[in-house]
């Protein structure tokens, strides 16, 4: 069964300062892997995916993560932390089997501080 | 186009009523996904229906149920409500099962149980 964890229940940066988020899956075979963004009083959004293709999955707002199959990690990063990037992050994790089933780390609260 | 819609935004219920809670999905979606999302669990996956069958199950008790109808809309239903099921309910659509690509949130219904 996959899992995911999320190193960091919350994560404070300077503007302007790089942004990692960090995030460890477990599964037997390389997943499908997913971060999302949740600003305040919003739903989730999609930030990024990987499915197979590139290792280094590059997604909107100038953030990207790499794919390390040897260290079961998709981290988050962004160069340079903007104040309208303070929100919460999930990663999330599905298996390749039939029923594709979306698991959800326990999310990383980004404070930028000006 | 039309993004996912959740209704109602807001409720407020006792302990031992039940509640339905109804969620659109975005046209030509035919999966619907249902999370629990509160301070201290953060997101739980309760549910996701694809094309009107109940395609995967998180670990909620049997008083969460849900369905799914031939146009894609969702509901899902909270009987006994209790004190703990205050949480704000988030509803995600997809082409596909959630697992295999982008899932598209709608912005909640916030359940508060007194």
């Known amino acids: 069964a996959q899992s995911v964890t999320q190193l960091g229940s919350h994560v404070s940066v300077s503007e302007g300062a790089l942004v990692l988020l960090r995030c460890n899956y477990s599964s037997s075979v390389p997943p499908y892997l997913f971060w999302y963004v949740q600003y305040p009083n919003q739903g989730l959004q999609l930030l990024l995916k990987y499915t197979s293709a590139a290792t280094l999955v590059k997604g909107i707002n100038g953030f990207e993560a790499e794919f390390k199959k040897s260290e079961t990690s998709f981290h988050l990063t962004k160069p340079s932390a903007h104040m309208s990037d303070a929100a919460e992050y999930f990663c999330?994790?599905?298996?390749?089997?039939?029923?594709?089933?979306?698991?959800f780390g326990s999310g990383t609260r980004l404070l930028v501080r000006p | 186009k039309a993004g996912v819609t959740q209704t109602p935004r807001y409720l407020i219920k006792t302990r031992g009523q039940q509640v339905t809670l109804s969620c659109s999905p975005i046209?030509?979606?035919?999966?619907v996904s249902w999370y629990q999302q509160t301070p201290g669990q953060g997101l739980q996956f309760l549910f996701e229906?694809?094309?009107?069958?109940?395609?995967n199950k998180g670990n909620f008790p049997g008083r969460f149920s849900g369905r799914q109808f031939s146009n894609s809309r969702s509901e899902m239903n909270v009987s006994t409500l209790e004190l703990g099921d205050s949480a704000l309910y988030l509803c995600a659509s997809s082409l596909a099962l959630a697992g295999r690509g982008e899932q598209f949130f709608g912005p909640g219904t916030r359940l508060t149980v007194l």
């Open positions: 046209s030509g979606h035919r999966s």
């Open positions: 999330a994790v599905s298996g390749r089997d039939s029923s594709y089933k979306l698991i």
């Open positions: 229906y694809f094309s009107e069958t109940q395609r």
